[in-house]
């Protein structure tokens, strides 16, 4: 079992940026580490996930504003957040993945007001 928390989400104003960070409590080297959201109303998303070593894949909405980024050393992936919009506002999960398993985190809130 491996425990995923997120952290670093707050208010920010539009065209802000903010840094998520979530930490795993076990090795991610090799897994897949992605970022999800669900905004009000809305079924959950992928935002970004990196395939340890391949190319990053981000959603058409993020593309050129977001960063996904990796450090196995401390088991951590970070979600580089700029140009922020109002339709980013939800809460941000963190998920690995590895073939057979699947794990989340409980999120962290970004919303994104003047």
């Known amino acids: 079992q491996v425990q995923l928390v997120e952290s670093g989400g707050g208010l920010v104003q539009p065209g802000g940026s903010l840094r998520l960070s979530c930490a795993a409590s076990?090795?991610?080297?090799?897994?897949?580490m992605g970022w999800y959201r669900q905004a009000p109303g809305k079924q959950r998303e992928l935002v970004a996930v990196?395939?340890?070593?391949?190319?990053?894949n981000y959603a058409d909405s993020v593309k050129g504003r977001f960063t996904i980024s990796r450090d196995n050393a401390k088991n951590t992936v970070y979600l580089q957040m700029n140009s922020l919009k109002p339709e980013d506002t939800a809460v941000y999960y963190c998920?690995?993945?590895?073939?057979?398993?699947?794990?989340w985190g409980k999120g962290t809130l970004v919303t994104v007001s003047s």
């Open positions: 990196d395939f340890s070593g391949g190319t990053p």
């Open positions: 076990g090795s991610i080297f090799g897994a897949a």
């Open positions: 998920n690995l993945e590895r073939p057979g398993v699947r794990y």
